[in-house]
């Protein structure tokens, strides 16, 4: 049997206890037959997945939070849940939301989460009214709902009092990720086919309350910019010529092999600049009964003689950049031995700068244990230094000059291979 205290204690009610159910009942009240009632539709978070589950709201404009002169006021909504103990959100969450009835459905941008002092669960939201997009490292085209407009502060929210000075700037709001957080200063994005902008300023270092330090809304203060010829109007995308990549195999003929043959291939990536860079790839064969390959580029013949398996290399993270090679099955083949160089394509060396070759002797794709030598002629050697390395030789431009450096690379009963470079200056 319960003591009278003990009784208490099980229906008693603490002050805020009251107080919240009555604020929760005042707005279940609200609930019942009100035109303000709408569905939305909110990203599931924290980590940000683009999974919604949808909540019946109220919603309300924001114009006494209003910091705007320029904005749209129907932009700017604020939603009330029903429930006062809603999930926590997040700056930069998205929702989507129709306020036309559910006949035209647009993403939203969280920009003042829910407040835990508050007696009621809601939250500030503005609508995304245009869609950044760029190329990312890899030459992907990322596109990502946002938010584009004006900030105005100053040292008096009535703006428009005498004395009082206003700060305006533009402002882009998006949702943080890997992306948007290695967007840098004097990046450019294109809006609407017509319009550029240049970053001046990235907030991506503000951490919410209760994420462990990750970042989930990305502020970009942007000023306009001129349109440039590297720039793709159709594509709406800035500097979109600025950014390409080249794949190339070093094994420019097809391969004939025997079954059990095992050799290796590899390849070159480059950027706009004509400088290799190193990129994650991604290895596949057209028929693994044909030929195996692993993620290195080792392969190993297993068909039968005639058949034929196409070797395909590509980035990870751009699958439409690539290159392939086929390898046909043959009962014996001639052997080939030669020098194969990486890279063998390098047209210039600006001053001060290295380049590394590597380089070896291959029959039919198998590397042998025959030395290679490299020797430079053509110009003087005060204009550029030749040293070893483990995998071939590092070239060096020293000073700079007009006539062509000719590296020359010999093998014992291998034809020799020239390479031409130009010592080019600084700029």
Same mark, same amino acid.
């Given at each position: 049997?319960?003591?009278?205290?003990?009784?208490?204690?099980?229906?008693?009610?603490?002050? !805020?206890? +009251?107080?919240?159910?009555?604020?929760?009942?005042?707005?279940?009240?609200?609930?019942?037959?009100?035109?303000?009632?709408?569905?939305?539709?909110?990203? $599931?978070?924290?980590?940000?997945?683009?999974?919604?589950? &949808?909540?019946?709201?109220?919603?309300?404009?924001?114009?006494?939070?209003?910091?705007?002169?320029?904005?749209?006021?129907?932009?700017?909504?604020?939603?009330?849940?029903?429930?006062?103990?809603?999930?926590?959100?997040?700056?930069?969450?998205?929702? !989507?939301?129709?306020?036309?009835?559910?006949?035209?459905?647009?993403?939203?941008?969280?920009?003042?989460?829910?407040?835990?002092?508050?007696?009621?669960?809601?939250?500030?939201?503005?609508?995304?009214?245009?869609?950044?997009?760029?190329?990312?490292?890899?030459?992907? =085209?990322?596109?990502?709902?946002?938010?584009?407009?004006?900030?105005?502060?100053?040292?008096?929210?009535?703006? /428009?009092?005498?004395?009082?000075?206003?700060?305006?700037?533009?402002?882009?709001?998006?949702?943080?990720?890997?992306?948007?957080?290695?967007? $840098?200063?004097?990046?450019?994005?294109?809006?609407?086919? +017509?319009?550029?902008?240049?970053? &001046?300023?990235?907030?991506?270092?503000?951490?919410?309350? %209760?994420?462990?330090?990750?970042?989930?809304?990305?502020?970009?203060?942007?000023?306009?910019?001129?349109?440039?010829?590297?720039?793709? !109007?159709?594509?709406? #995308?800035?500097?979109?010529?600025?950014?390409?990549?080249?794949?190339?195999?070093?094994?420019?003929?097809?391969? *004939?092999?025997?079954?059990?043959?095992? %050799?290796?291939?590899?390849?070159?990536?480059?950027? /706009?600049?004509?400088?290799?860079?190193?990129?994650?790839?991604?290895?596949?064969? /057209?028929?693994?009964?044909?030929?195996?390959?692993?993620?290195?580029?080792?392969?190993?013949?297993?068909?039968?003689?005639?058949?034929?398996?196409?070797?395909?290399?590509?980035? #990870?993270?751009? !699958?439409?950049?690539?290159? @392939?090679? @086929?390898?046909?099955?043959?009962?014996?083949?001639?052997?080939?031995?030669? =020098?194969?160089?990486?890279?063998?394509?390098?047209?210039?060396?600006?001053?001060?700068?290295?380049?590394?070759?590597?380089?070896?002797?291959?029959?039919?794709?198998?590397?042998?244990?025959?030395?290679?030598?490299?020797?430079?002629?053509?110009?003087?050697?005060?204009?550029?230094?030749?040293?070893?390395?483990?995998?071939?030789?590092?070239?060096?431009? #020293?000073?700079?000059? @007009?006539?062509?450096?000719?590296?020359?690379?010999?093998?014992?009963?291998?034809?020799?291979? *020239? #390479?031409?470079?130009?010592?080019? %200056?600084?700029?």
């Amino acid at each position: 049997m319960l003591s009278a205290k003990e009784y208490l204690n099980n229906i008693a009610q603490t002050p !805020k206890e +009251s107080y919240k159910s009555i604020i929760q009942a005042s707005l279940i009240s609200e609930w019942e037959d009100n035109t303000q009632m709408h569905t939305i539709k909110e990203q $599931r978070a924290l980590p940000f997945v683009n999974e919604y589950d &949808e909540y019946e709201v109220y919603l309300d404009t924001i114009s006494d939070d209003m910091i705007n002169t320029s904005k749209v006021y129907s932009d700017f909504v604020k939603i009330i849940f029903k429930d006062c103990d809603h999930k926590q959100n997040y700056k930069g969450q998205y929702y !989507k939301l129709s306020i036309d009835d559910n006949s035209n459905e647009e993403y939203y941008i969280c920009y003042d989460r829910i407040n835990r002092l508050s007696q009621i669960s809601d939250t500030k939201v503005v609508r995304c009214n245009n869609v950044l997009t760029w190329r990312d490292k890899y030459g992907n =085209i990322v596109t990502m709902p946002c938010y584009l407009g004006t900030d105005i502060t100053s040292t008096n929210n009535q703006v /428009s009092k005498d004395a009082i000075i206003p700060n305006n700037r533009m402002i882009i709001l998006i949702q943080a990720n890997d992306y948007t957080t290695s967007i $840098r200063n004097n990046q450019r994005f294109m809006f609407q086919h +017509s319009s550029c902008f240049k970053v &001046e300023e990235v907030n991506n270092f503000m951490q919410e309350q %209760g994420t462990d330090g990750e970042i989930t809304c990305v502020k970009i203060y942007v000023s306009y910019s001129d349109m440039l010829p590297n720039d793709n !109007k159709e594509l709406n #995308i800035c500097d979109y010529y600025d950014n390409h990549f080249t794949l190339t195999l070093d094994q420019e003929d097809d391969i *004939e092999q025997v079954n059990g043959f095992i %050799g290796k291939l590899n390849a070159i990536v480059k950027d /706009s600049n004509d400088c290799i860079v190193d990129m994650p790839l991604e290895w596949s064969t /057209s028929d693994s009964k044909v030929v195996e390959i692993d993620e290195q580029g080792n392969y190993r013949v297993i068909g039968k003689n005639g058949d034929i398996a196409i070797i395909r290399c590509s980035m #990870i993270d751009n !699958k439409d950049i690539y290159d @392939t090679v @086929t390898i046909k099955v043959v009962e014996n083949y001639v052997e080939q031995k030669e =020098i194969i160089i990486t890279p063998n394509d390098i047209k210039y060396i600006k001053q001060g700068n290295s380049q590394e070759f590597n380089c070896g002797v291959f029959v039919n794709g198998q590397k042998q244990d025959i030395k290679v030598y490299c020797n430079g002629s053509g110009v003087d050697n005060k204009y550029y230094n030749i040293e070893e390395t483990k995998n071939g030789y590092k070239v060096t431009n #020293i000073k700079t000059t @007009t006539t062509p450096l000719i590296l020359t690379f010999s093998a014992e009963d291998c034809d020799n291979v *020239e #390479i031409k470079i130009l010592l080019k %200056g600084v700029v």
